[in-house]
């Protein structure tokens, strides 16, 4: 859909991002064969065969935000907000506007599967939290040493992606609770050196982890639906 913001035809899904679906849409598809031989008395794999087609439309959203956030910084060649043309500044608008919109997506995705975790590995990890993330199941996994052949790739992945996830984890904390994430900066230069020229952010470093978690995300995501497959089929 937003390739068409850079004159692009729709995307070709393809390669990491095709096989990822592919696994929810498996899951999804036996899901709705159970339902239909009459196996949902408790309605429980409706409420799973709905919550993998939203995850599946969230990836997706995410994806786009992503994608058009890398293309408008790639645009950006200034070093300083008073430094840019009225056309990189619509460019830099315009990232700003999906790069946010991407890692507040990400965290909320990662969310979502926590939830569906919990329910269908029976962790009840609301008892312990109960506004619980994806990280907080995952840590109930680990701690609990139970389903090791999903629980310790997962946490693999999350030790490989620390660093950027550390970074991406603090600019949406600052934007939801504090201030807009791109101003942070601007506050800092302020207080250093009131005179100054506005320094942009780091968009090639944000942009990086942004690419880095993406791949993180669609890694959690077949690992978790290929494991959440296997385990309807026993």
């Known amino acids: 859909m937003l390739r068409i913001l850079f004159g692009e035809p729709p995307r070709k899904t393809e390669g990491k991002l095709l096989e990822t679906i592919q696994a929810m849409e498996q899951y999804a598809a036996l899901l709705s064969k159970l339902i239909q031989q009459g196996q949902d008395a408790d309605h429980k794999l409706r409420k799973y065969e709905i919550y993998t087609k939203g ?4 990836l997706d959203e995410l994806e786009q935000s992503q994608y058009a956030a890398r293309k408008y910084g790639a645009l950006i060649t200034s070093m300083t907000i008073e430094a840019m043309s009225v056309e990189e500044m619509m460019y830099y608008r315009r990232h700003v506007y999906f790069d946010k919109n991407a890692f507040i997506r990400l965290f909320a995705l990662l969310d979502k599967l926590g939830t569906l975790m919990n329910d269908y590995l029976g962790l009840q990890t609301e008892r312990v939290k109960a506004h619980f993330s994806y990280f907080t199941v995952l840590r109930t996994l680990f701690q609990r040493n139970v389903y090791p052949e999903l629980t310790l790739p ?19 904390n600052t934007e939801i609770h504090y201030m807009n994430s791109e101003m942070q900066d601007d506050l800092k230069q302020n207080q ?9 952010e780091n968009i090639e470093q944000q942009t990086q982890d942004l690419a880095q978690l993406m791949d993180l995300v669609l890694d959690t995501l077949k690992l978790t639906f290929h494991h959440a497959y296997r385990q309807m089929k026993k």
């Open 55 to 58: 995850l599946i439309s969230s």
């Open 154 to 172: 997962l946490h693999m992945l999350k030790e490989e992606h620390k660093e950027a996830m550390n970074r991406l984890r603090k600019r949406r």
């Open 192 to 200: 250093e050196a009131y005179s100054e020229q506005h320094r942009l």
